[in-house]
């Protein structure tokens, strides 16, 4: 299975720093990833960071790293068509997976997902960075769609790395060199924000400095399952910054080295 990038969206993502590609991923590969969602929801890995809105209703299912856990993301981020499509975006010839997140709001969790950027938190420098975000679900704004800063990948800035939800761990390291998130809500006007709803099979491509957010699912019926894959690319070296999330981390690599090995494998290369 292939699938062909037009160079509009190429051109877009580059500009935008976010894009929406449309019927990407297959009824076959969305059936394989729900059925490795609900077991990791029944029992999750090591990485596991959801937890119980404050209000009693909903619930978010996230965790990381679920790829080396089950068979099923194994082989979606390896041999599904998202190593080529993220080829494609970044250019150059080599893919490298960095890891996988899950991003499960049930209905009725209204907890909103702060705006920040992704990048700080990565173990790695380098333009060639993109996550695709996989809507396993209608993806509406009542339920949660994503709203990007158009442009904010360009803007060369890192924001200190922030928790997510009550029950995360503890706070991450402070960097000197990263400045506080900036309060997009309170003045939204001032930018640019573009989001898309997307269909079962459809997916974001962002770049890891791009800026979002996405609000809570308000909806009482519908989840709101989101799987993301990040991959990099020729220019990605690892990075020991201060701020990056120790999960990420590996403890053979020094700044500088290339990422391939077990943890951030090469999955393409020309």
């Known amino acids: 299975m292939s699938f062909s990038v037009d160079q509009a969206d190429i051109d877009a993502f580059h500009e935008n720093g976010a894009i929406a590609l449309r019927g990407v991923v297959s009824d076959d590969w969305l059936d394989v990833l729900g059925k490795a969602i609900e077991a990791d929801i029944r029992a999750p890995g090591p990485f596991y960071h959801g937890y119980e809105p404050e209000d009693g209703k ?55 997902t702060r705006w920040h950027n992704d990048q700080p938190y990565w173990p790695m420098d380098g333009y060639q960075v993109l996550t695709i975000w996989i809507a396993l679900d209608k993806t509406t704004t009542q339920s949660g769609a994503l709203e990007f800063v158009r442009g904010s990948h360009k803007w060369n800035r890192f924001f200190q790395p922030e928790t997510f939800g009550k029950n995360a761990a503890a706070g991450y390291e402070q960097n000197p060199d990263y ?46 399952r989101g799987y993301a894959v990040r991959y990099t690319g020729d220019d990605a070296t690892y990075s020991t910054r201060l701020g990056v999330n120790a999960g990420l981390r590996n403890a053979t690599k020094v700044d500088g080295d290339r990422l391939d090995c077990t943890q951030y494998p090469l999955v393409l290369s020309r």
Not at 191 to 205: A, C, K, N, Q, R
């Open 58 to 112: 909903g619930r978010f299912h996230g965790n990381l790293r679920t790829w080396e856990c089950h068979e099923g993301f194994r082989r979606f981020c390896l041999e599904s068509p998202m190593p080529d499509i993220a080829r494609q975006i970044m250019g150059g010839d080599r893919v490298n997976l960095l890891y996988d997140q899950l991003f499960i709001k049930e209905p009725g969790t209204t907890n909103p």
């Open 179 to 224: 400045e506080s998130m900036i309060d997009v809500d309170a003045d939204r006007e001032q930018y640019d924000i573009i989001s898309f709803e997307l269909e079962p099979g459809d997916v974001y491509v962002f770049h890891g400095l791009t800026v979002h957010g996405a609000g809570g699912n308000f909806s009482q019926t519908d989840r709101r």
